[in-house]
Nanobody, 123 residues
Framework: QVQLLEAGGGLVQAGGSLRISCAAA????????LGWFRQAPGKEREFVAG?????????YGDFVKGRFTIVRDSAKKSLMYLQMNSLKSEDTAVYYC???????????????WGQGTQVTVSS
């Protein structure tokens, strides 16, 4: 069981930056990958980014195109951040932190989900 808590969402102007974070609490010593999904109103859920247990591997959804960076704290592996730059109005969505005991490169079917944090980009 991995519990996830997101923080840092809010309102930002188009072209601006925002960093959202995720704190994980696991009840076992089993490693887990972390990631982000997002869902905008009326749209399907979309994979944003993922990071491996040791932080060495990162992978992104096709739409990211270098604008977002996912980082896992090297000391506290339970902390993870998503730095979002050059934000666009279409980035407006609820962003969900996710975790899974799978190995790297997973882009779907994550087992654990946080409650989500709203990111709103005004144009």
């Amino acid at each position: 069981q991995v519990q996830l808590l997101e923080a840092g969402g809010g309102l930002v102007q188009a072209g601006g930056s925002l960093r959202i974070s995720c704190a994980a609490a696991s009840h076992t010593a089993k490693p887990y990958i972390l990631g982000w999904f997002r869902q905008a109103p009326g749209k399907e859920r979309e994979f944003v980014a993922g990071v491996s247990w040791n932080g060495a591997d990162t992978w992104y959804g096709d739409f990211v195109k270098g604008r977002f960076t996912i980082v896992r704290d090297s000391a506290k592996k339970s902390l993870m951040y998503l730095q979002m730059n050059s934000l666009k109005s279409e980035d407006t969505a609820v962003y969900y932190c996710v975790a899974d005991h799978a190995s790297s490169w997973l882009t779907d079917d994550y087992e654990y989900w946080g409650q989500g944090t709203q990111v709103t980009v005004s144009s």
